[in-house]
């Protein structure tokens, strides 16, 4: 079955800390890979994504994720957590390089608070 | 740019009535999906259409829900006999796609947010 894994429910860091927030993936073929953002109250946000190219991507807000074929992982990273960075992350794959549906599977979402 | 917006916001339903939620996407999107997400979990993929047409339906959506998108542009999905386990957040995401393959991100809306009695 094809399925994303986000191993932690919650991560805790200090601000001013770089912070990883895990991720891995089953899926067959060659997946497109996202991250999103959720905040309280707020719609499910795009941060960044990888489709080819540089396994290091880098998107919004200071985030970069480092796709790893061999380990199927696509790990949240971002060097120095913000207070404001505490908010709900999840994980997505499009499982097929080529689909067209643009179907995203979800992991449960990892929550992550920086604390001052 | 007023985003994907969903209505309403929050409905309250007593076991075995009919609910109908409207989402309106970003207007040069052609593509809508409907996902579901229920506490602790990720978003699960209901139905996406492209344009009026719609293209899949998971296996999760059960005789009792509808959607419809008539005229390409915003979308209504009905949850007929509601149940107690229908009680979930209802997302509704817009995207635009052009050419043979997606690569694009999807816009979510705020989510629809019901509870069953």
């Known amino acids: 079955a094809q399925s994303v894994a986000q191993p932690e429910d919650q991560v805790n860091v200090a601000e001013g800390n770089p912070l990883t927030v895990k991720c891995t993936y089953s899926?067959?073929?060659?997946?497109?890979l996202f991250w999103y953002v959720q905040y309280p109250n707020r719609g499910l946000q795009f941060l960044l994504k990888?489709?080819?190219?540089?396994?290091l991507v880098k998107g919004s807000y200071g985030f970069e994720a480092e796709f790893n074929k061999s380990q199927t992982s696509f790990h949240l990273k971002k060097p120095s957590a913000l207070v404001s960075d505490s908010a709900l992350y999840f994980c997505?794959?499009?499982?097929?390089?080529?689909?067209?549906?643009?179907?995203?599977?979800f992991g449960q979402g990892t929550e992550l608070s920086v604390k001052p | 740019d007023t985003g994907v917006s969903q209505d309403p916001r929050h409905k309250i339903t007593k076991r075995g009535q009919n609910v109908t939620f409207r989402c309106d996407p970003i207007?040069?999107?052609?593509?809508l999906y409907w996902y579901r997400q229920t506490l602790g979990q990720g978003p699960e993929f209901l139905t996406y259409?492209?344009?009026?047409?719609?293209?899949?339906k998971s296996r999760l959506l059960s005789d009792r829900f509808s959607a419809e998108r008539p005229k390409g542009s915003f979308s209504t999905l009905e949850i007929q006999r509601t149940e107690q386990g229908d009680s979930a957040m209802y997302l509704c995401?817009?995207?635009?796609?052009?050419?043979?393959?997606?690569?694009?991100?999807?816009?979510f809306g705020e989510g629809s947010r019901l509870t069953v009695l």
């Open positions: 995401a817009s995207s635009l796609f052009q050419g043979a393959v997606f690569t694009g991100e999807l816009f």
């Open positions: 899926v067959s073929g060659n997946p497109y």
């Open positions: 990888y489709i080819t190219g540089d396994n």
């Open positions: 997505a794959v499009i499982p097929l390089r080529g689909n067209q549906g643009g179907k995203l599977i």
């Open positions: 207007s040069e999107h052609n593509r």
């Open positions: 259409f492209q344009n009026e047409a719609q293209l899949e």
